[in-house]
């Protein structure tokens, strides 16, 4: 087990530490073991939420939508008066 020390921790910093620790159940030093453990932890792989919603529904089958065709290409937007 490492010991860390953090110096210089200001009142404001420290009084929401201990506020948030309290919010979650913990005491500051687990609260403080806790948010370095997820600063410091790999990237989950989890898909944002387009890809979990067409996940969620692909389940049963999706929905396909008939797109009408496009008249005319898209053009720039005019913004004089």
């Known amino acids: 087990m490492t010991t860390l020390t953090v110096r ?4 404001d910093t420290r009084a ?3 506020v948030r620790a309290a919010r979650n159940g913990r005491s500051m030093e687990a ?14 792989g ?9 996940a969620r ?3 049963v089958g999706g929905i396909d939508l008939e ?3 496009r008249g ?4 720039a ?3 004089d008066a």
């Open 46 to 54: 989890r898909t944002g939420l387009g890809s979990r919603i067409a």
């Open 67 to 69: 797109l009408p065709p």
């Open 31 to 44: 609260e403080v073991r806790a948010i370095l453990r997820d600063a410091v932890s790999e990237p989950d």
């Open 16 to 18: 929401r530490l201990r």
């Open 77 to 79: 937007a005019e913004f």
């Open 72 to 75: 005319e290409l898209p053009r």
């Open 8 to 11: 210089g921790l200001d009142g």
């Open 57 to 59: 529904f692909a389940a």
